[in-house]
């Protein structure tokens, strides 16, 4: 992130996710590879993903140009996320040249 979207680039500082996203997206391209699909998993208790997921999982495919899938969990109390002070996320992208 600090690589891409650091301190020393202010244009980012109210950017939103997707815009970042995109921006990433692209320079995926610009490499020379492509985005066949991802998935994102988000980790903590709150807030319940479900209500929204469909449209989360749409804004991110939209955003990456290719299919996201979104799923949720939580560390069954454990650690930050658990203690509902903060959320994780782990994501992992399929790419092809």
Do not use: C, Y
């Amino acid at each position: 992130m600090g690589a891409v979207f650091g301190i020393d680039r202010p244009q980012w500082a109210d950017a939103s996710g997707a815009a970042m996203l995109t921006h990433v997206a692209g320079l995926v391209r610009q490499a020379g590879w492509q985005v066949v699909n991802a998935t994102v998993t988000i980790i903590g208790n709150r807030p319940k993903l479900a209500p929204r997921r469909d449209e989360a999982q749409q804004a991110m495919s939209d955003a990456v140009g290719a299919p996201v899938t979104l799923t949720a969990t939580t560390t069954d109390r454990l650690g930050f996320t658990g203690r509902g002070e903060g959320v994780a996320a782990m994501a992992t992208a399929l790419l092809q040249r």
